[in-house]
């Protein structure tokens, strides 16, 4: 992300703003020139779950999303450019489907297939999951540069909200289902949902997130009750 953040502060010029596709992929690499990457690529594997509870679980992001949409549609304030703009500009759902893939699949064997289970030889899963949410927020930090309209300290304050309910419940997800696969194919629906919905309505895109961090801090309530901190524990996958 280094060559969009430079190219902000006027330092260089010329990078694509495709570029930003190319960080997506630092924590599947990182991950994966570790020397303990070999769970990496076991809990990339299917998961021996339902097939009824990993696709209720996919549903979340799409179920809030409709959410909000129904929730713009009653206050019908502050609307975005709409969702016909993704089909009426070339190029735009592309874009979109394109940066939900790649920071699905390029964050989560970093970030869930590594981290986490790193954290967890000496952590509980709701301690792992703690640990590791200012990591993944020092990793978003670049696109308050080029990306994000900064909004101030509260627009901080509810990204790390939405950071820390996002990583209990993604911890949470992977112990359900010990597939880092299904956790980031839900991480795509996810990113989707925003993007799409940014198009829509900002009231949309707050319904959506608010949900989901109602849902990520119940699960962090959960776990600190049922998962008391335990050493060495095998992971599941």
């Keep these: ?31 994966w020139l570790s020397p303990r990457r070999r769970g990496v690529y076991g809990r990339l594997g299917p998961s021996k779950v339902a097939w009824g509870v990993i696709a209720g679980a996919l549903a979340v992001p799409i179920l809030f ?29 592309v874009e979109l489907l394109v940066g939900a893939l790649l920071y ?11 981290l986490q289970p ?25 696109f308050f540069v080029y990306r994000y309209e900064f909004g101030g300290v509260g627009m901080v304050f509810v990204f790390l909200v939405g950071l820390l309910a996002g990583a209990f419940w993604l911890a949470f997800l992977l112990q ?11 991480h795509v629906l996810w990113n989707a949902s925003n993007l799409v919905l940014a198009e829509a309505s ?10 989901m961090m109602a849902l990520g801090l119940s699960v962090a309530i959960m776990l600190a009750r049922h998962d008391p901190q335990r050493r060495g524990r095998a992971h599941p996958g």
């Design 202 to 211: 900002p009231v949309a895109v707050g319904v959506l997130n608010g949900l």
């Design 118 to 142: 790193q954290l967890e030889r000496r952590h509980s899963v709701f301690g792992a999951a703690l640990l590791l949410t200012p990591i993944w927020a020092l990793w978003h930090a670049p």
């Design 176 to 186: 359900l289902t010990g597939s880092v696969r299904v956790v980031a194919a839900w």
């Design 65 to 93: 999303a409709a959410v909000g949409l129904a929730a713009a549609s009653v206050v019908d304030v502050g609307r975005g450019p709409g969702l016909a703009s993704i089909l009426e500009t070339p190029g735009l759902g």
């Design 104 to 114: 699905g699949i390029g964050e989560e064997p970093g970030w869930r297939g590594w």
């Design 1 to 31: 992300m280094l060559p969009l953040v430079l190219q902000e502060v006027g330092l260089v010029e010329g990078v694509p703003t495709w570029w930003h596709g190319a960080g997506a992929l630092g924590p599947a690499v990182a991950a």
